[in-house]
Structure formats: structure tokens, C-alpha cells
């Protein structure tokens, strides 16, 4: 039995799905348990980059299982339109993608809403969402009006459920000078999609513990990031779900005593999308290097990330609230040619320094840092620390010491291939 989580430490984009990507080649089953078509995983194989926002990373490997938990929200028009692409260029998913049938869904009233509340937001209210009715979607679900995947087994069910969603709804809507959504157009965009949705259901709580209790390997991968999520995040500058290790378990329906090993992902350096605090952020030339070599741009919106230094108690607090046992280290050759390399250790606040993360003082509080020589070497070819410049191993180490938690692996390129694996994962 090993279910290996794998989260996100910062703000997101990070490179999770590279790295769930790499894990799967010795996985059986991969589960996505948070978030929805909010997210963009970002895949390289060979020349050739696919980007998917709702499936899970691992569905390039023919013979990963796929699994979207209950966790997640799904548009199912995103759904279908991306089980269409990769078919299209030859990565089947016939058979072995499963959806919950407790998965909340998107419905267009979701996006509608999302995008005008974003446009009607005064300055500094703004969450700078990505507009794909993440938030309004969680809203029905916590609000219990939600339509689940399940739910479209009977149309006529949906029908009854869309009309009590979009009662709740219509006051917000009016309020904001939106339309009134149709039921009958949306049944009838839902439809076809229904069709292709409901043989791809499945108890998928079920059959991830029947996977784990026959000795299969489980990946659970996350979606945005420990300062995005609900609770543990920058809120009110969050996502919507629990996207911390303890999601999880809820986003899957595995009890936390089958969880074998939480790995973190963090770039080297840092990046946020969207509003929020942000107190490493570069404005100057070294932040535009940043985003521009480490292609900084949002993959579903397309936005400029903002970029900064690394945050070692931001990551410090991750570790906490996710129960880090290992890290991954990604983007680390986005780094060569920056010198020196400045990295915040601590923070200043009213009532003196503290090495935590103040995560709800943050406008109030100023980074401590501290600067370490960098390195000009290209770091791709590098398949060990042995092979990284003197100064990139100091900067893994320093990390590593600082967070107290070890590094299972060091991306340095795009690429599958242009990683230092430390550590078996599953061993
Ligand atoms: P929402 O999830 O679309 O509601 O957006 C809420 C906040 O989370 C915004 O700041 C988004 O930019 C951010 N966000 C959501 N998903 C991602 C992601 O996958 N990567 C980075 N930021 C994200």
C-alpha cells in the first residue's frame, strides 16, 4: 500500500506536473483531488508540449489509471475537449480514466458569474481569478445546491437541481447586471456532453482503496498551492478548495493512514498569478529575466506571473501545514546567470523579527534577506548534485536546511528527462 501525495508549496506553477508526470512512469493509479480547469500542468515530451488543465498529469503513460475525485470541480465541456485532444494526438484514454460521481460540475453560470464579479470589483478587492467559476462552482457545493457528475445519470434530475441553483443565483446575477442563464440551453449544451461523461463515472473512492489494498501505487496530485488554499492560504486572495496534503484525503476518499509520503514542489525562486500579497516580489530587470527564461506565463490565462526571490519561511510554512517529507526543487537551471542570489530568511514585523511566515500581516511585514553568490554554468545536463556548480549545490543545501525537509528531486529543464532523482519515491 503507498499513496504518494504531491502538492504544490507556494502560489501554484510550480511544476507539478512534470514532476507527477516522472513519478507516474512507476505508478498504477493517478488521482487529481482539488481544483478544476483552474489549473494548467504543463507537460514537455519530447518537442512536444500539452498542457492540460482538468485530467491528471500522469495521462500520458498508456498504463497509468486515471482518476478525477470528488474534490475537484469539472466543466464538462473542458472535460471533453481535452479527452478529444489527446486522443487526437494518439494518448488514449479509453478505459482507464474514471471521473467521481461526486464531483461537483461547472456550469456556465459559474464562469458567467466569476467573470463578473471580477469585472465589478473594486481595486483592491479583486481576487484576479482565472474567471473559470471556480469559486462560484465550490460556492453551490458548500452551499448544497450543487449538480454533481453523478447527477447527470438523469437529465431530468439536473433539471430540478439547475432550477434551484439558479433561483439561489438570480439575485447575484441581476445585482450585477448578468442575464438570466436558461435552463432549457443549458440542459441542451449539457446533453451530448452528459452522454460522453456518465460512462466514466465510478465510486472512485472505492476503487482507489481496492487499488491501495492490492498493492498498487497511488499518486494524489495537487492543484494550486498551500498560500492558495482555503484555509492555510493568503486568503481572501485564495482558491476555493483544500489544496494542501489533508485535500488529499478529503478530495479522494482515502483516510489519512494511507498517505505513505507528502512530497512538496517549489521552484527555486518564486511566482504568483493573480492578486495577493507577495512580499519577495522583483519589479526590476532580474524579476523580467526571471519570467521571461522561465516562460512565466500563466497556462490557462496566459498572464504574466509576477516573480521573486524565494521565500524560505513561506516555505517553511508549507512544509508545516502539508506534513512535508521531501521536496522537489523545480526551475533551478531558470536561475543561471542571476548573481548573487537573494533569498528572504526571515521577516520584520511590529512586534520584532520572526523566522514564521506572518501569513495574515504580510502587508505590514518586510523580508529579511540574505544574499549567496549564483552560478553561470548551464545546469540541463546535470543527472546528479555531483554534476551542479559548487554554488547551485549550496543553494539546494541551504534550502534544505532551512526548510528541515530533504530533497527527492532537483528539475533542471523542461524536459522528463532533465531531472536529479534522488530518491525512489515508492521505495
Ligand atoms: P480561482 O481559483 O480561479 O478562483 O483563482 C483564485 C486565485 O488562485 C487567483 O489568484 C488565481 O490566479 C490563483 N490560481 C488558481 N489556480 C491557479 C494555478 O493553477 N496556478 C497559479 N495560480 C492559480
Redesign the pocket.
Known amino acids: 500500500m503507498s499513496a504518494i501525495v504531491i502538492v ?1 508549496a507556494q ?3 510550480e511544476g507539478k506536473g512534470k514532476i507527477v508526470d516522472l513519478i507516474t512512469e512507476d505508478a498504477d493509479v493517478v488521482a487529481r483531488f482539488a ?2 480547469p ?4 504543463t507537460l514537455v515530451v519530447g518537442d512536444t508540449k500539452i498542457v492540460v488543465r482538468l485530467l491528471p498529469s500522469g495521462i500520458l503513460h498508456p498504463k497509468a489509471v486515471c482518476v478525477m475525485g470528488q474534490g475537484m470541480v469539472i466543466d464538462p465541456a473542458v472535460l471533453v475537449g481535452e479527452i478529444d485532444a489527446l486522443e487526437a494526438r494518439g494518448h488514449s484514454t479509453a478505459s482507464r480514466l474514471f471521473v467521481s460521481d461526486r464531483a461537483h460540475l461547472i456550469l456556465p453560470y459559474h464562469p458567467l458569474i ?1 467573470g463578473l464579479r471580477e469585472a465589478s470589483a473594486e481595486a483592491g478587492k479583486k ?9 462560484p462552482c465550490y460556492e453551490d457545493k458548500a452551499g448544497r445546491r450543487g449538480v454533481r457528475a453523478g447527477d447527470l445519470r438523469d437529465m431530468r434530475k439536473v433539471e430540478g437541481l439547475l432550477e434551484g441553483a439558479l433561483a439561489a443565483w438570480m439575485p447575484v446575477l441581476t445585482g450585477l447586471g448578468g442575464e438570466a442563464p436558461n435552463v432549457r440551453e443549458i440542459l441542451a449544451w449539457l446533453e451530448p456532453l452528459a452522454a460522453r461523461i456518465v460512462p466514466l463515472l465510478a465510486d472512485t473512492s472505492k476503487l482507489l482503496n481496492e487499488a491501495l489494498r492490492e498493492g498498487k501505487r497511488v499518486v494524489l496530485e495537487g ?3 498551500a498560500l ?1 488554499d482555503l484555509d492555510h492560504g493568503t486568503y481572501p ?5 483544500s489544496a494542501v496534503a489533508g485535500g488529499a484525503c478529503v478530495g479522494t476518499g482515502i483516510g489519512p493512514t494511507r498517505i505513505r509520503r507528502v512530497i512538496g514542489i517549489a521552484k527555486g525562486y518564486a ?6 500579497p507577495f512580499p519577495t516580489e522583483l519589479g526590476d530587470e532580474i524579476g523580467e529575466r526571471l519570467r521571461s527564461v522561465g516562460g512565466e506565463y ?4 496566459g ?1 504574466p ?1 509576477r516573480t521573486g526571490w524565494l521565500d524560505l519561511p513561506a516555505l517553511r510554512y508549507a512544509a508545516r501545514v502539508n506534513g512535508l517529507d521531501a521536496l522537489a526543487i523545480t526551475k533551478l537551471d531558470v536561475m543561471t546567470g542571476i548573481s548573487p542570489l537573494r533569498v528572504c530568511v526571515a521577516y520584520d514585523t511590529p512586534t520584532g523579527r520572526t523566522q514564521d511566515l506572518p501569513i495574515d500581516e504580510l502587508a505590514t511585514a518586510t523580508p529579511v534577506y540574505e544574499a549567496f553568490p549564483g552560478w553561470t554554468e548551464a545546469l540541463a545536463a546535470a543527472r546528479s548534485l555531483d554534476e551542479l556548480p559548487g554554488a547551485a549545490r549550496d543553494y539546494l543545501k541551504l534550502v534544505e536546511a532551512s526548510v528541515g525537509v530533504p530533497l527527492d528531486m532537483v528539475s533542471v529543464g523542461p524536459r522528463r528527462d532533465e531531472t536529479i532523482v534522488l530518491r525512489d519515491v515508492f521505495a
Open positions: 504544490g502560489w501554484g506553477d481544483g478544476g483552474n489549473a494548467g500542468h466569476d481576487i484576479g481569478t482565472t474567471k473559470r467559476g471556480i469559486g492543484a494550486q498551492a492558495l486572495f485564495v482558491t476555493s478548495s511566482t504568483r498569478v493573480g492578486e495577493g500563466g497556462s490557462v490565462t498572464r506571473r
